[in-house]
């Protein structure tokens, strides 16, 4: 009965790799997101998405791409992992800009 | 931008003893929720206060919306180990957009 669900847990990878994140919601929101936690714990929206809008945060370099095959989905793809991009990455869905259900988060290490 | 301020940064009491933390900004928001985070896990939601001036209670936790809607206050009676955390305010602007979060305190409760 997982509500936000990610994939993998943990993810260790070499600077230069490509790599993706998958997020799945069974709470029928019609809204999802990406959010980074740096070592501070500070978390920053990277992406918002419904199925009508994508909405972008002018601060995420472009080699991050969110991909959303349906609305109960929402992954997120990474080109040419750089050492800064070592954080936990969190999945997040809610209906309307309402209350937001996170998943568990991904932690991400670039060697 | 609008943004918020948490204070105070860390705070470590023991058990028994009573805390109030604190969220602030100089921007009017529509509604502001509070979120707990444990360690390896996401974010979850407590509660969302939407009226200046209300007060909601979760048992031994009381939320408070300023007046203003401009800041919010959450106090914890009788602390426990169980109450230790990151505990993150985030706001939604006003016509629901532009929402941000906290930079967040972080309790630790000593038994």
């Known amino acids: 009965d997982t509500a936000v669900s990610q994939t993998p847990k943990y993810l260790v990878t070499q600077m230069g790799n490509d790599k993706s994140i998958k997020c799945e919601q069974n709470l029928g929101h019609d809204t999802m997101y990406w959010y980074k936690q740096d070592s501070k714990k500070f978390l920053k929206i990277m992406f918002s998405?419904?199925?009508?809008?994508?909405?972008i945060n002018e601060t995420v370099p472009n080699r991050f791409s969110p991909k959303s095959p349906d609305k109960a989905h929402l992954n997120l793809h990474i080109n040419s992992l750089e050492l800064g991009d070592s954080a936990v990455y969190f999945c997040?869905?809610?209906?309307?800009?309402?209350?937001?259900?996170f998943g568990p988060g991904t932690r991400l290490t670039v060697t | 931008t609008q943004l918020l301020e948490q204070s105070p940064q860390f705070l470590s009491i023991q058990e028994g003893e009573n805390l109030t933390v604190y969220c602030n900004s100089s921007?009017?928001?529509?509604?502001l929720q509070w979120y707990r985070q444990e360690p390896g896990e996401g974010p979850v939601l407590l509660v969302t206060v939407v009226t200046g001036g209300e007060v909601k209670k979760l048992k031994r936790l009381t939320f408070q919306f300023g007046d203003a809607r401009k800041d919010s206050s959450l106090h914890i009676t009788a602390a426990q180990p169980g109450d230790t955390g990151l505990y993150l305010c985030?706001?939604?602007?006003?016509?629901?957009?532009?929402?941000?979060f906290g930079p967040g305190t972080r309790l630790s409760v000593l038994p």
């Open positions: 997040a869905s809610s209906q309307r800009q309402g209350a937001k259900d």
């Open positions: 921007s009017v928001f529509s509604s």
């Open positions: 985030a706001g939604t602007g006003p016509g629901g957009q532009n929402f941000v």
């Open positions: 998405y419904n199925n009508k809008e994508l909405i």
